[in-house]
């Protein structure tokens, strides 16, 4: 038997001893991990600095060394994160509705788990404790694949999640951590029909494409976004100049950051040089339209590729454009339907924004940034959805979770 | 440019307009469309005659002949469902909810259509104008892809439909059917992912299964159903015969019938003889595990493969089993999660089945044949969902939109 099939098999066996786990059974687990982690910082880290040793030793980037890296500090928060979720309410057997029918049919929905979620991800050890802790709280087992360059890690937090967790009562096989990081293992995974209910990869465009080739399993696509801020010619050019300031340079490498500055022609040769300049002040390269380039001489030509870009980086894509109407139409041409922004007083513009753009989430008069679980109030995120179906936007608990009928009947028939 | 781009070019560009088509001439396309059919009635018979004359040359069988058939009355039947979808109210608009944030945001869930579906069928013509109705009521667009043995009845239909919807309002594009009824170009459209939001397969295991295996479009999977009776130890005989021979017998082709009948070991001498007999008079062949066989020799005996089988056919498999524990273990191992039912007078047992079967509709003292988007209220449906993730169980309108988040702002940054 392949380590997927006995982790996939012993997943599906726990996932229907967890559609009846009671609530303060799955708060002692939450607790006794976040407890088993700080308690275990020393191994967590000695574990960690193998990981890193390797990856000093290819030479990979120190932005990725950041996100590899494990300290007592990043420790404590992952163990914050997990009792935070602990206290979040619990969606599980909430019925949504229940209805009378009739023949005398009492029809109702009931949440209840998805039953086995895998998660693909890269090289970031927190995602481990996270993810985990996410399908703890919302009764579902977990498969976890992490990316190679973090295996010493991650396997050190299963083995530390799982210990803690089984003792508190989590059944076996719940949570589990898939050690072969093999591309080909990473397939099967994404094809394990009849053990997995629901896969969420969480990673760079490369994965997701990869997932949408292969997968036979449901998949949730997280996303990348190419995230658009337009700037109406009817607008405050300082609110303006401050959100698309936030969208593009508070965190640049993040998938709700600015990737392309629209802005009406009526206004372009008033609002741009400023606006251009404070960006480049900021290290922002500029990249422009011809229009753009004929106001602000230091930009770089864009090309059509451009406009499709998510840089996740200090590059700003600039574009002039015919009104309201070019705007959206451009919107929907290049974005990956995930956050949209317009700065406007007028009325009637700000609602056809809102409608007649297709995003997850679009905004009047606020930073693309916001678009985030903790922003949202949800208090915890598994990550954005660029898909329409099941779920849009930033996913909770609740998102990790399904309906089902449930009828009470005396005897009907049809 | 191919048929499938073509048309994929014309939906998406539609689907931006139908965003903001108004209730009213949604209503008025849906009217027309349905005066329509009935004014060419003489068409749509003289261009289904022709399907028919194929498909006796090539010796379909009755059932099939039969669905495929159209006439007066089943024109009008179809009108009518138009007419019934147009009376629905319409889910497009609603703002499920809106909270104000501590930083002053206005966040809300807008209900929004999906864009454009892609629908793939056998050869039912009256599907072709019911998935039709339904996605214009929603503001979705659509293409159709129904089975070879229709195309000429299908391509009258969709003439008389867009001719009538467009003249009334509705955005060109918004309907079409792929004429080339190929099994590539059906492989193509399943990975149209730049033109298609969702696929909804309608069909056999075998459609399903290509959809799965190639789509690269998110997929609803619509189903197959292996449904289970369990009379437990302590019921009502004559509840349990009744709703077995009405889960089984009443309508044996379609997906929400029974296939297997499980029985409490402490009954089985008792109650099989007569339920046996009961239903091999009405022409069911038995199909049973050993203790069924040594209760009542006229069965068959029953293989490992057709605990698995969805017959839709006039044959029921039979299993003895040792209480409630097995009956679970057994339906969550075989069955195809769509429908599920128990027979009990324990208010315990009752409750254990409704929360540990994994199905989309679970029943207690009720027959699997309500799983039904109009038995369930909703006045419509495009299919049962054996899917997890959007939609579980009858689909109406509901599930053929999404929500996207709305956000007003005055200013804020992250």
Known sequence: MTELIQKGTAAKNASFKLMNLSQTTKSNVLKAIADALVENTDYLINENAKDIANAKAKGISD??????SVNAKRIADMADGVRSVE???????????????????MIGQKRVPLGVIAIIYEARPNVTVDAAALCIKTSNAVILRGGSEAINSNKALMSVMQKAAYAAGLPEGSISLIEDTSRQTATE???????IDVLIPRGGAGL???????????????????????????????????IVINAKTSRPSVCNAEETLLVDKSIAK???????????????????????????QDAVPATEEDWYKEYNDYIIAVKVVDGIDEAIAHINKYNTKHSEAIVTNNYAKANRFLNEIDAAAVYVNASTRFTDGFEFGFGAEIGISTQKIHARGPMGLKE???????IYGDGQVR
């Open 63 to 68: 932005a990725m060394l950041d996100r590899l």
């Open 87 to 105: 206290a979040l309410q619990d969606p599980i057997g909430e019925v949504t509705y229940m209805t009378k029918r009739p023949n005398g049919l």
């Open 189 to 195: 995974l994404m094809r394990l029909k009849d053990y």
């Open 208 to 242: 997701i494409k990869s997932v949408v080739e292969n997968a036979t399993v449901p998949v949730i696509e997280t996303g990348t976004g190419n995230c658009h801020v337009y700037v109406d010619g009817d607008c405050d050019f300082k609110m303006a100049e401050n």
């Open 270 to 296: 008033e609002f741009l040089p400023g606006m251009l300049k404070k960006l480049s002040d900021l290290n922002v390269e500029i990249r422009g339209c011809e229009q753009t380039l004929q106001i602000y």
């Open 400 to 406: 990790l979770t399904t309906l089902k009928y449930i």
